[in-house]
């Protein structure tokens, strides 16, 4: 936006007090000014206008016809800005945290956690936005994210949650027919993917075997959806600990082999770059320590600023 076609925005402020109150002086004395400042703030919008914006009279000042176009205009714009910064505090006092993250690690790892993450000392309300679209956290406001990646990305703090020791895990009517064996034959059963199937490529390639993903094999675009069709006996999938681990998946898969492999990718918290937010640190402490972050690690991602 070119900033030269707004008019003085400092004097915006003054204008709209001046027409609630109908009064300078009254405004003078809400924005702790001068009677001769609000008059030259005033005056200063309505040259800028071209037209004057309030008519002077004995008891006060009232809104031209073209005040009033302004003061509607105003009004609107200073509301949208007062609705977006309710994000950050709530009418309870306790800061608001908005937090984007990716729906597998959301529903896997973080939901379990939430009331956790806002705790109670101090109180937290977390602003959960769940998408897989690469955000611009500063342009979306957001305080801090939850990725799945290959590393870090520019114009981003960040540092890695955990890694994945990923194992071939099926459901139990599937896992005994599979039985064990040489590797190759889970081959003879479709293999379950999310849009990155490198985890399979590695798990594979670490045993001497060329997997390249076939047309019986079944992709989803998100691991939710791989577990699930897993878990209904579609073919084998990997479990990705520690978005496995649970009571819930223990009677839905069994392992059907002991390799494992690191996945060659990872999850990641990002934030913005520069000074985070007081109540985005608190959360941030609290997710790193849930995932086990070593202690220099986290205030290296607190602390570092580019």
């Known amino acids: 936006m070119d900033h030269s076609s707004l008019p003085p925005l400092d004097t915006l402020r003054a204008f709209d007090t001046a027409a609630r109150t109908g009064s300078f002086s ?83 790892w973080l939901m379990q956690r939430l009331n956790r993450f806002e705790g109670s000392d101090p109180p937290l309300r977390i602003e ?6 690469h955000v611009d956290l500063e342009a979306e406001g957001a305080d801090l994210a939850i990725r799945c990646g290959r590393g870090r990305v520019p114009n981003r703090i960040s540092v890695q949650l955990f890694e994945e020791l990923c194992y071939p895990i099926a459901a139990p009517a599937l896992a005994r027919r599979i039985g064990s064996g040489k590797p190759e034959r889970l081959l003879d059963h479709p293999l379950i993917h999310d849009s990155d199937a490198s985890a399979w490529r590695a798990w594979f390639s670490t045993q001497g075997i060329d997997y390249r993903p076939r047309p019986q094999d079944r992709r989803f675009e998100d691991y939710n959806m791989v577990l699930e069709a897993a878990a209904h006996g579609l073919g084998i999938a990997l479990a990705r600990p520690p978005m496995i681990e649970g009571p819930q998946h223990r009677d839905r898969f069994m392992q059907v082999d002991q390799h494992r492999v690191k996945n060659p990718v990872s999850y990641w918290l990002d ?23 070593p202690q220099g690690s986290a205030e290296n991602f607190i602390a570092a600023d580019s």
């Open 128 to 133: 959960l936005t769940v998408e897989h679209r």
């Open 271 to 293: 934030r913005p770059q520069g000074k985070p937010r007081p109540a985005a640190i608190i959360l941030a402490r609290r997710i790193m320590a849930e995932a086990a972050i």
């Open 26 to 108: 009254a405004t003078a004395d809400t924005l702790n000014l001068t009677h001769g400042a609000v008059s030259r703030q005033i005056a200063k919008l309505e040259r800028w206008f071209g037209h004057r914006l309030f008519a002077r009279q004995a008891r006060g000042v009232a809104l031209t016809p073209e005040g009033q176009r302004l003061f509607l205009r105003t009004t609107e714009a200073f509301s949208i800005i007062a609705d977006g910064s309710d994000r950050w505090v709530d009418a309870r006092g306790s800061a608001v945290v908005r937090l984007t993250s990716i729906p597998s690690v959301s529903g896997l």
